[in-house]
């Protein structure tokens, strides 16, 4: 595993630039504090609990890695002396916990090569990454990443890398069904009264499971997101979630994930690894015992190994910006996605927002959320079952439509139920837009529909019910005020009856005049302080 687990809490007041970009370490701290509720604080590494290499083959030669061993790290395929994991925090609500890898470093001197963070908010599925690479990292005085140098402002205390190089290194490919990767190697570590456990580790075998969220925090992993494969009659569906994503390991999308590599590994003698001892009850199958067919844990089952194959071969379908499979036989839908504002206008003075499976209605009029703290989705609009709301627009008709994933929803707005049949997939339903999801809409005032994803948006003729001609097009082409504020796109939009428009994204927003088609002076400005109880929810 790559990485800490930690819940942050907010800490400070970004700095809003003219031009929305990729976060600082300081602000990605901030943000991530902020969704998660926990924070990460200064600690050591060698006050965490040595993960055992069991039965090495052989001496390390001057530091080097053992030969082989029981239970090696996955995330290297590699065994790895000395290095230790800690649970930095952990409350109801979530958990901080942090891996330190030596990688060939020296024993018991304070010294690491590859310190790592996740942070997880286990009620809204906020999730956090940190990483620190290097070849004599001192462990024993790690750094809140929040911390700047004194007098040397934007420089970090720690040698942490930047969310941006952090977001490279792609730990959300092999983090894809949830933010715990609990391998054999990390399984063995323990602790008096659980406090060392890998958190999840005293659950049973449903850990990582259906109706987990899990959303990615921070502008530089705004594009990550994780889908659940599924079989019918599959019985790794059983107890686990198994997971394909669109992340990039160094820039390239390869095999990697729960469902096209850790499903074959755990059903394999040797888990795939060169450096695993032959299998027996010290160095066992990592796929648990007893299910299908009551194998004990340190035979292979050739049940477990052909669902594995099964599992992989439908993952394997997957492809970025294509319709998914939605059949019997392999089932493809997203499940995680950035961490991030949605909004739609709905009827009267009311307006929803929504952000990681919850909404909170927002009164135009009073200019201010209606009370009280966010709700999940399905409370609020019956029927739409658990996860994000991506996008959504209201209909002259007495509909609205919801967009999830590749999906949408038609709800009733007076009944209040989502009309039968639903959700539907996006293609072929909705002519001319994005099979694979929209991450905005905004109905206008001229008969039209814009819906946008990325750096490109559609128009839409709602009269003709499909996208006009020549279209997507990039947001600059028609929004050019916009793209240049927000050039990696928008999250959300909203069009007032003062003849004023909303374009979100991050923790920013522009206000937009209609008539005048251009961005007014002074934008883009902080939610935080002008949308009244927006910031600072507990979502």
Known sequence: MQSLIVILI???VIAIPSVYAGDTLKEYAQ????????????????SGTEVPDTHPSSI????????KCDRPNHLNKECDPGSRFQVLKQTAEGFVVAH??????????????????????????????????????????????????????????????????????????CHDNGPIVRSPYMSQ???????RLLPGAMEPYTFNSSGDPYYFVGSDFASWKAYQVEIDGNHCNDCHRMGVSNVPVHGALGGHGTARDFGIRATAKDQGLAVKNSLGSD?????????????????????HADAAKAMKDCADRFSVNSALPNERLCRITRFASAWKFSAVRWL???????????????????????????????????????????????????????FRGDHYFRYDTTTKKVDGGYPRPIVPNWK??????????????DGKVYFFKGTDYIQYDVKSDKADAGFPKPIKDGWPEVAAKFPDGVDAALLWDTGKAYFFKGEQYLRYDVKARKVDTGYPKPIKGNWPGIAGLKW
């Not at 943000?31 to 060698?46: H, P, Q, R, T």
């Not at 001319?432 to 005032?445: E, F, I, Q, R, S």
Request: proline share 8%.
């Open 283 to 303: 160095s066992p199958m990592w796929m648990v015992p007893n299910d299908p067919d009551n194998s004990p844990l340190d035979k292979f089952s050739q049940a």
């Open 348 to 402: 009267g003075n009311t307006a929803y927002f929504f952000k990681g499976g919850r909404s909170i209605q927002y009164d135009v009029k009073a200019d201010k959320v209606g009370g009280g703290d966010p709700q999940l989705v399905d409370s609020e609009l019956p029927g739409l079952g658990g996860g994000p709301i991506d996008a959504a627009v209201v209909w002259g008709n007495g509909k609205a439509y919801l």
């Open 31 to 46: 943000k991530c504090d902020e969704a998660i509720g926990l924070s990460v604080e200064d600690f050591s590494c060698d």
């Open 10 to 12: 907010w800490v400070g």
């Open 189 to 195: 570590v323990a602790g008096a009264g659980g406090s």
């Open 432 to 445: 001319g837009l994005w099979p694979d999801g929209v991450d905005a809409a905004v109905p206008w005032n």
């Open 100 to 173: 330190c890898r030596k990688r060939g470093q020296a024993q018991n001197n304070g010294k690491y090569k590859d310190v790592a963070v996740i942070q997880h908010n286990v009620r809204n599925g906020a999730t956090c990454f940190y990483q620190a690479l290097g070849e004599d990292l001192d462990g024993t005085k790690v750094k809140s990443p929040s911390q700047e140098n004194a007098g040397q402002p934007g420089v970090p205390a720690w040698p942490w890398l930047p969310p941006a190089e952090s977001a490279k290194i792609g730990c959300g490919a």
């Open 60 to 67: 390390p030669v001057k530091y080097g890695l053992t030969e």
